[in-house]
DNA sequence: CTAAACCCTGGAGTACGCTCCAAGGTCAAG
DNA sequence: CTTGACCTTGGAGCGTACTCCAGGGTTTAG
């Protein structure tokens, strides 16, 4: 498919998928005619690109992705493999968002901080409150 | 406490905290000799903004928080609220990578799309495969 | 007094992820 | 053969979030 019709399925625009393609996210081969030419699966791999994206992922990270994905031998157990290492990360980004939610959980049930603080009550002392600062070389 | 501390504090840089400063997203007084001077809970307030930032929350959003705080009423109430908005805003994302997890759990057992496929058979018709290109005015 | 560590400002530069544009080629329909 | 939708390239510009630097002031220790 071309490439206003892959960009109308994916839901962006042409010019986002050039960019893509210059960044290696997507590829495709070209007609006689120079205009690019998409396998049908682009529009999955789009749109598996807009959600790890919106998860916090980078083009470079999910380009990587689908490189692996790319050069992986095409037995279920390597493709299998790599789909539970991404897991894997996905599982790590649960588990920072599980603990932010157990910090705002902690602070919405006492009285938290966070706050400027109503009355100004500390200036504090002119020099090292805290000894750490170790002075960089 | 000066910005040199407050960066060591919070994991972050002097220069980082003088921009946060320019877009709103810290406020601290001025010492005599124009030396910053910010209040300790600053601290706590940097490391929530770098998790809400790490969960994709622009620094806009995150200023836009910071103000809520500032203007809500003493109460310990309107804090829990704020918490308890960000919270629902975190399982949604939870929501989302439990979604993308299931995602790749499924590709992983079965034979999955995503890759470019081997040989290429479908080059496709010439126009509009889908009725879907709107024409844009 | 000097050195070192700290602070200030303003502005330039960087990386990422697009977004827009100009100038021009291709193709099917009228 | 013309029109118009579609495609091509290259390059400029933009918003976000820093990051670095030059040039200079302040404070304390030796």
Redesign the pocket.
Same mark, same amino acid.
């Given at each position: 498919m071309?490439? !206003?019709?892959? =960009?109308a399925r994916a839901g %962006? *625009?042409?010019? %986002?998928i +050039?960019?893509?393609e210059k960044?290696g996210l997507v590829a #495709?081969r070209?007609? @006689?005619? !120079?205009? +690019?030419d998409f396998p049908p699966e682009t529009v999955e791999w789009l749109h598996y690109?807009r959600t790890a994206?919106l998860l916090g992922? *980078?083009?470079?990270?999910?380009a990587r992705t689908g490189e692996q994905l790319r050069d992986a031998p095409d037995t279920a157990a390597a493709l299998s493999a790599l789909f539970r290492e991404k897991i894997a990360v996905i599982d790590a980004r649960m588990a920072e968002l599980a603990a932010l939610r157990d910090d705002l959980t902690a602070r919405a049930d006492t009285g938290c901080p966070l706050r400027p603080a109503s009355p100004e009550g500390n200036t504090g002392p002119? +020099? =090292?409150t805290v000894s750490s *600062? @170790? #002075? +960089? @070389?």
């Open positions: 071309r490439i !206003g019709e892959l =960009a %962006t *625009s042409t010019d %986002t +050039r960019f893509y960044v #495709g070209r007609l @006689p005619n !120079g205009y +690019r690109v994206q992922f *980078s083009l470079a990270e999910i002119r +020099r =090292a *600062s @170790p #002075g +960089r @070389p």
